[in-house]
């Protein structure tokens, strides 16, 4: 049984040592009415959320009996075909692993770098990195078809001394999804400990027990602060090089073929930065109403929201140059497979998907460059609906137009995605708002330490 230790008889917890160094009144204020609204949300929830979550989870459930239906028939009810045999499920697989890498850049990397605004948005960011990376790991398994024979793509001992292939890119996608997830929610709830001790002081019933339980026993000791801030700086020193490692992993999926529009070296920085620029907007698009919703503008200011987004427009300009450079390497290197290909991918069938990444990734990020667009929450929301799109766009043309136009026009053939196919990516959008309403409900949003830590830190540089 874990103790749960004395408790500050001002502070629910003792504060970080950078706060216990000033003991001036007005942080104590200031924590108490942090700690109070961001925990205001964690109550009895009304028929608004309850009815979302419904909504959510019955999108959800259309899916899964879209891919039950599938199981049961067959994948023959998906669209894809001879030659598209990578359809709507591998850019599913790769648009959700994109979004969760937001998480891990605001998280870890700018923790490196001590961002001050990250710590608006990297409970949420945590969170959605979570749930994207358990949304992105059931596509390969919906890929499979015979997914009871998913167990083949782990290397287990067994008696038939038989081990995977490790050339296969979908055993990388397994070694590479796993590892992230395992990391990803250690990260996140290493960073939720002090919060869920907070929450335990000021819960009742059941969640007090749970909280109390899920703490380990913090109270906030000087002690505990500094293994606390070790932990947290290696997890983040070693989660940091998997924004780079695991999209690289993701892209070398077609990078290490030989097929017109994916062999280039170019792929593993391009789909790093699609990567971030999805998981930028995606941060946006769940931290705007959550922030109306939950009223907590006063922390998540639109100074905060225009840090963000100037965040997105630097992996927009990167993206937009990558665009570039495809096109001139197809050009420079004199291939008439690359030529026929990109001409193919910007006036082929699937021309208005290359039109919609263009205008969505590369040109209405431009308007970040203004500072009244910039400081706007309704252009900023409006906007990372649009990368999105434009993101999964990207991943749609660059998978399926490559394998539609390969080398042998006898074989060409283009592809068109089923009411199945649609269905299961509609659920999949279903089971990750389901599952971020839930966090929404049960765990603080904010890093309520964090705020506290910074607001003590600028209340010393004022009294100096």
């Known amino acids: 049984m874990v103790s749960m230790g004395p408790i500050c008889p001002i502070a629910p917890i003792q504060p970080p040592p950078t706060m216990a160094a000033q003991p001036t009144p007005q942080p104590v204020v200031f924590a108490e009415q942090v700690e109070r609204d961001v925990l205001a949300p964690i109550k009895k929830p009304g028929l608004f959320y ?6 959510c989870a019955l999108v959800f459930a259309c899916g899964m009996a879209a891919w039950a239906n599938q199981i049961m028939k067959g994948m023959g009810m998906a669209g894809i075909n001879n030659p598209v045999g990578w359809g709507v499920y591998i850019t599913n697989f790769v648009f959700w692993v994109g979004i969760a890498h937001s998480g891990t850049l605001i998280s870890a990397v700018l923790f490196l770098f001590r961002a001050k605004f990250r710590s608006r948005f990297n ?29 083949w793509l782990f290397p287990y001992p067994n008696g038939r001394q038989l081990w995977v292939n490790f050339k296969s890119p979908l055993v990388w996608d397994v070694f590479a999804v796993s590892t992230y997830f395992t990391v990803s929610a ?11 001790a907070i929450t335990r002081n000021r819960a009742t019933g059941i969640r007090r027990w749970i909280c109390g339980i899920a703490s380990l026993g913090w109270n906030g000791t000087p002690r505990q602060w500094k293994h606390y801030h070790q932990l947290y700086i290696v997890l983040a020193a070693f ?20 097929v017109p529009g994916w062999h280039t070296t170019i792929f593993a920085p391009y789909f790093v930065a699609g990567a971030i620029l999805s998981g930028c907007a995606m941060v946006l698009t769940l931290v705007i109403p959550m922030r109306k919703i939950l009223k907590l503008e006063e922390y998540i200011t639109v100074k905060h929201l225009a840090s963000l ?30 030529k026929g290909h990109f001409l193919f991918r910007a006036f082929g069938e699937y021309r208005v998907g290359f039109y919609w990444m263009v205008l969505c990734n590369v040109l209405l990020p431009l308007g970040i460059f203004f500072r009244r667009l910039r400081e706007n929450v309704a252009f900023l929301f409006v906007l990372s609906l649009f990368v999105n799109v ?45 599952l971020f309403l839930l966090f929404c409900k049960v765990l603080p949003v904010l890093s309520i330490t964090e705020i506290e830590e910074e607001h003590a830190q600028a209340e010393a540089r004022q009294a100096k």
């Not at 309850?50 to 909504?55: D, R, S």
């Not at 290197?333 to 690359?338: H, N, T």
Request: proline share 4%.
């Open 50 to 55: 309850l009815g979302a979550v419904a909504f």
């Open 123 to 151: 409970r949420a960011a945590e969170a959605m990195t979570v749930f994207a990376v358990m949304t992105a790991g059931l596509y390969p398994l919906i890929h499979l078809g015979r997914v009871w024979f998913a167990y």
């Open 186 to 196: 250690v990260f996140f709830y290493v960073g939720l400990i002090p919060d869920l």
């Open 239 to 258: 989660a940091t090089p998997l924004v780079v490692s695991v999209h690289s992993v993701v892209s070398w999926d077609f990078a290490m073929s030989i």
């Open 309 to 338: 987004a100037q965040l997105l427009l630097l992996t927009s300009l990167i993206v937009g140059y990558a665009y570039g450079v495809e096109f001139f390497m197809a050009w420079y290197s004199g291939s008439v497979y690359e």
């Open 390 to 434: 434009g993101m999964w766009c990207e991943r749609f043309v660059i998978i399926v137009s490559s394998l539609a136009r390969d080398f042998n026009p006898y074989v060409w053939g283009n592809y068109k995605p089923s009411l199945t196919e649609i269905g299961i990516t509609v659920g999949s959008f279903g089971m990750f708002f389901m």
